[in-house]
Every structure is written in structure tokens, then in C-alpha cells.
Nanobody, 126 residues
């Protein structure tokens, strides 16, 4: 059974930093393309960053230059380093994984992902 468990959310002031982690279990993590998504109240879930199994990445325009996605395949952990945080980054952040056994390029489309974590809240105050 695949499980994705996020951690690292919290409250920070604008300009601050947070690092989110996502611990994966139940499949061959190193072969799986992964992504981070977020959803603010009243808004649709949006892709933030994604990474394929070799490490190719893609980012939403709103976070380019501020957020960095990375993965530790030995520990089965996905990270999202968030710097220069803005109030508009406030949202519930979700880790997501695609099907294993197939190579996928990085995607920011939620419908491409099969597995989801429960989310971790990030709140940025001005």
C-alpha cells in the first residue's frame, strides 16, 4: 500500500523559508515521478513543482527562483525548499506520486497523479 506523509509546514512571516518533506513508502520510489501541489481556500489545486526519477524538474511560474524540489532516493523522501515566501503562498501543500513502473516526464497536472498525501499547512503572514 502506497503511503505519502508530508511534514514541515508551519507559519512564517513574508520573506521567510520553510522546507517541506514527504516520506514515501509502499512502492519503488526511485522510479516514480513526484510532485508538490497546493490548494488555498476557495481555489483549485495547483501544481507547484515536479521531479522525474532521474531528477529533471519543472516549476510553476509563480514559484520559479524561490522554490526548489529535490529527492533523496536512498531515503525515499521528497523535499520542497521554499524561500522568499509570500502571503499568496499560503495554502495546504500536498505531495503526490505517479504510477511506478513507467517513466513520466515531470508534470504539474493533478490528474496525472495517482497517489496523494494528506497535506501540510503553510501560512505566510505579511
Amino acid at each position: 500500500q502506497v503511503q505519502l506523509v508530508e511534514s514541515g509546514g508551519g507559519s512564517v512571516q513574508a520573506g521567510g523559508s520553510l522546507r517541506l518533506s514527504c516520506a514515501a513508502s509502499g512502492y519503488t520510489y526511485s522510479h516514480v515521478s513526484m510532485g508538490w501541489f497546493r490548494q488555498a481556500p476557495g481555489r483549485e489545486r495547483e501544481g507547484v513543482a515536479a521531479i522525474d526519477s532521474p531528477g529533471l524538474t519543472t516549476y510553476a511560474d509563480s514559484v520559479k527562483g524561490r522554490f526548489t524540489i529535490s529527492r533523496d532516493n536512498a531515503e525515499n523522501i521528497l523535499y520542497l525548499q521554499m524561500n522568499s515566501l509570500k502571503p499568496e503562498d499560503t495554502a495546504q501543500y500536498y505531495c503526490a506520486g505517479r504510477n511506478d513502473g513507467v517513466y513520466y516526464t515531470p508534470s504539474l497536472a493533478a490528474y496525472d497523479y495517482r497517489y496523494w498525501g494528506q497535506g501540510t499547512q503553510v501560512t505566510v503572514s505579511s
